[in-house]
């Protein structure tokens, strides 16, 4: 039996119950009850800030960039399963006409949970203005936390489409379900300069994205990429070692107008890995420290934060993906620090339609 | 603003012309709500009048973008717990989902209540409140005073076992 025709089946057996009416005797009672003031309960408002459209493009120049970029891991040449890439990139297209739709579906549907009957309306904290903007990582990160280290790349160097490499890599999510994708590209060396660079493209299903690239050919440490959805709308990430440490400089370009501007640092201490990120210009501020945990057989997401301002403010936030139903979504639990805790819905990026379930998703239903 | 939304406002100003519309609108996800605790038909509606006199007595608490379903649901919810406790002289309300006495269930004759029967009593409620009162489950979280994550595993658990044994009720 699917998913649906049971919740049809339910649905249909509880509407026939006949459920006696007592709303005659209810309003004969009500009229006796004692007179109250009304007083009328301060609404609050939510102020969504732009759409996260750009957080697709943003995964891509994150992952390709960790990926194509990492000075400690050479690339070694291996063989491709092209068979494979064409289908699960046949697969991944569709998802990508649902991406938006997803998002503009779930802001509309954002409301605190909490403070049914008897809390007063709580405090707005600190975080609900920068959850939005946060929100736009989280594709990003369920891949960066769940995926190889290497996310199982493979370079193809047989020409084809005008292009003498193809990086083919893969990306595995909370739900255990895998994208594809491909980096086309050709790359210049010029000793005389000292710099080598790069032009090509990178594809997930039917999507393309222009990608361009520079480095130092005697300084690996440092490189620029540009990830381009058209002229003025792209993301540049610059990748520099400082102090031991990997930074990914990640600014969004919308329009041409640089919105955003984040550092992203990687971790892992006793096999737990964590992805911490810092706003560092745009609306947006605050530092995050993401990492998983599983509950329940099911992988969450953690994320620690700590909002500097005229008054600080840190907290927890758990990330689950509710995958019961047709789209997936993410539901965050948030918890301020000596504030009321409440839930949010996100829309979440299936980034390439699921493109290959794993076997990790026991609670996985889809109706 | 929407009909039941416009509704309340009335009810609120204690004008009550539109109540049954009301009690119509709302009567499955309140009986269920109920039910889903007491599983006695009689004992559930009876119940279900003490929640809309509660609605109408505190009715000035409510917070105009609050969902009323979930709303009515949350108090439906909470008399079945104090009937049940006032019955059996059980305090704890949490572990009192987890220990209904077999002898408390009787056979039930329709098919809604048999195929709810197949649940546990944690997998009954939550599958009550998504799937009949259509509820979210960020709405089911604080009524049910469990994490997200653990609501929904529940309710995935739950239906992979409705799945398996509710096919003799198609």
């Known amino acids: 039996m699917k998913n649906k025709d049971l919740l049809r089946l339910i649905k249909t057996k509880s509407e026939e119950i006949n459920i006696k009416d007592f709303s005659a005797a209810i309003v004969e009672k ?64 569709v998802s990508l006409i649902d991406f938006n739709d997803t998002l503009i579906d779930s802001n509309d549907n954002v409301s605190l949970s909490l403070g049914y009957i008897t ?25 960066l936390l769940n995926s190889n280290d290497n996310f199982g790349y493979q370079l193809d160097t047989t020409s084809s489409n005008g292009y003498a490499n193809h990086l083919n ?3 595995r999510d909370l739900l255990n379900q895998e994208i594809e994708y491909r980096f086309n590209f050709n790359q210049i060396d010029n000793s005389k300069d000292n710099q080598f660079t790069m032009q090509g493209n990178i594809e997930i299903g039917e999507a393309t994205y222009a990608v361009t690239a520079v480095g130092e050919l005697k300084n690996p440490q440092n490189i620029q990429l540009r990830f381009q959805k058209d002229a003025s709308n792209y993301v540049d990430v610059s990748y520099t070692v400082a102090e031991t440490m990997n930074r990914y400089q990640i600014s969004v370009v919308e329009n041409g107008n640089q919105i955003q501007t984040v550092n992203l640092f990687m971790k892992q ?9 810092d706003f560092i210009e745009g609306q947006s501020t605050g530092s995050y420290a993401f990492k998983v945990k599983e509950v329940n057989q099911m992988k969450q997401m953690n994320i620690s934060y700590y909002i500097s301002g005229s008054t600080s403010e840190s907290g927890e936030i758990d990330v689950v993906v509710d995958n019961s139903g047709a789209i997936a979504q993410y539901g965050l639990t948030i918890k301020p620090k000596g504030q009321i805790p409440y839930i949010i819905e996100r829309g979440r990026s299936t980034d390439g339609n699921s493109s290959r379930p794993g076997n990790g998703n026991p609670g996985g239903s889809n109706h | ?26 009567k499955n996800q309140v009986f269920y709500a109920i039910i889903s605790i007491v599983k006695d038909q009689a004992e559930a509606e009876d119940l279900m009048q003490e929640v809309y006199m509660k609605f109408l007595e505190k009715i000035d608490d409510y917070r105009s973008n609050s969902n009323p379903y979930a709303y009515l649901s949350t108090i439906g919810r909470n008399l079945a717990i104090n009937s049940y ?16 006495p077999a002898e408390k269930i009787e056979e039930p004759n329709e098919d809604i209540f048999k ?14 409140l998504h799937v009949i009162n259509d509820l979210k489950f960020r709405e089911i979280v604080p009524i049910v005073d469990k994490p997200l994550g653990t609501v929904l595993w529940i309710y995935n658990k739950a239906i992979k076992k409705l799945k398996e044994k509710a096919v003799d009720f198609i």
């Open chain 1, 30 to 93: 009500a009229r006796l009850l004692p007179q109250l003031e009304t007083v009328e309960q301060p609404r609050r408002h939510f102020q969504l800030k732009p759409s996260l459209a750009y957080s697709f493009t943003l995964l891509t120049a994150v992952v390709a960039f960790f990926v194509l970029y990492n000075p400690a891991s050479p690339i070694i040449p291996q063989i491709e399963d092209m068979n494979q890439v064409v289908a699960l990139s046949s697969v991944t297209a």
């Open chain 1, 119 to 143: 809390l007063d309306t709580p405090a707005i904290p600190q975080i609900d203005q920068e959850i939005d903007d946060v929100s736009m990582y989280l594709s990003t990160m369920e891949k």
């Open chain 1, 169 to 171: 890599f893969t990306t």
């Open chain 1, 269 to 277: 201490v006793n096999n737990q890995k964590s992805v911490y990120l």
């Open chain 2, 1 to 26: 603003m929407d009909k039941i939304h416009v509704i309340i406002e009335e009810l609120k100003q204690r004008d009550y012309k539109s109540f049954d519309t009301f009690y119509n609108l709302t």
């Open chain 2, 85 to 100: 406790n006032k019955n059996k002289r059980v305090v704890v309300s949490q572990e009192l989902i987890e220990s209904f």
């Open chain 2, 115 to 128: 195929i709810l029967d197949l649940l546990d009593p944690n997998e009954r409620e939550i599958v009550t």
